[in-house]
């Protein structure tokens, strides 16, 4: 595979532009460093016509966000017929969309919180359950637009209702699950480590703790018991075979140990698009099973096809 073009296509129109620049270059960097001839693409609307004069002979996916991890991107390649990583048009966009996501998650024996889909305009001076509970955007990224309503909060959150909201009007209103932040990532069959992610500014795993320098800490083989270790190895498999995802994903997880039994662990979503950047968490994932930042990438562009 050495030598081969790679097209890496980065940064791109959504809220996560940044992430994926920086997961971009990155990976880019690895990839040269393992003998590809790699052009660095940022994604824009004419990307279709930049690719179809290019023609790498695989375009690895860096892009995060809408239109990166929602199909569209995927959708193009397999029009084009450029081979390309993670996973197809279908799995993408079953994915981004978590509340249909959670239904065919559930449906695969995969436990997932109780919670009902609404548009952000009917969330009025009523709080839609019991507090406490979490409103998220159905198709976001990085915790963008997610509030989390605290037991005894007199009120829904008033930013659903604000013109400044930039998340789409389709939320996911969800039971809260208190405890700790697993996540534990998927790459082709092979079921990676289990981390666990303790935010350091705050009690809730947002955008500057996913990405800012210090923002968490991860601890990986995450210290909890083995068979809650395994189980959750058993579940990101099990809802990375359920959706359809190919190359590398990543489930999140919480998990209550203060519940009766062994605890409670509840699947948040699968990631089809995780994070590459220096902090990310499959990266040190890879590394945790023995794999470098370059062997992760190769493998990437190994496994990269269309009718994904």
């Known amino acids: 595979m050495g030598g081969k073009h790679v097209a890496v296509l980065m940064g791109g129109l959504s809220s996560e532009r940044p992430v994926s620049l920086s997961s971009g270059n990155a990976c880019a960097a690895a990839l040269e460093a393992e003998g590809f001839r790699v052009t ?14 290019l023609r790498p002979d695989v375009a690895f996916n860096a892009l995060h966000g809408p239109f990166g991890e929602d199909g569209t991107i995927q959708g193009i390649l397999e029009y084009l017929q450029i081979p390309y990583t993670h996973s197809g048009v279908l799995a993408s966009a079953l994915s981004m969309d978590k509340a249909r996501a959670k239904i065919v998650a559930a449906a695969a024996g995969v436990p997932v919180a109780a919670g ?9 001076s009523a709080h839609p359950m019991e507090p406490p509970y979490v409103v998220k955007p159905v198709c976001e990224g990085s915790s963008f637009g997610v509030v989390i309503v605290r037991e005894g909060q007199s009120h829904p959150p008033q930013v659903l209702g604000s013109s400044d909201w930039r998340y789409g009007d389709r939320v996911l209103v969800e039971r809260y699950v208190a405890g700790r932040e697993l996540t534990c990532g998927v790459m082709g069959d092979t079921v990676l480590g289990v981390t666990e992610v303790v935010p350091l500014s705050g009690a809730f795993y947002d955008y ?6 210090g923002g968490s800490c991860h601890v990986i083989p995450a210290e909890i018991s083995p ?9 990101a498999l099990k809802a990375h075979q359920a959706m359809g995802c190919r190359g590398v994903s990543r489930s999140d997880f919480r998990f209550n140990e203060q519940s009766a039994g062994d605890g409670e662990l509840v699947w948040l979503e699968v990631n089809t698009q995780p994070g590459m950047t220096p902090t990310s968490l499959v990266p040190e994932m890879a590394a945790h099973a023995g794999l470098s930042f370059g062997d992760l990438v190769r493998w990437m562009v190994e496994d990269a096809s269309c009718s994904r």
Do not use: M
């Open 40 to 53: 660095r693409i940022d994604v824009g609307s004419d990307v279709a016509a930049v690719l179809a004069d």
């Open 116 to 124: 009902l889909v609404l548009d952000r305009h009917e969330i009025g």
């Open 208 to 213: 500057d703790a996913k990405y800012a320098a």
């Open 227 to 235: 068979n809650i270790y395994q189980n959750v190895q058993t579940l």
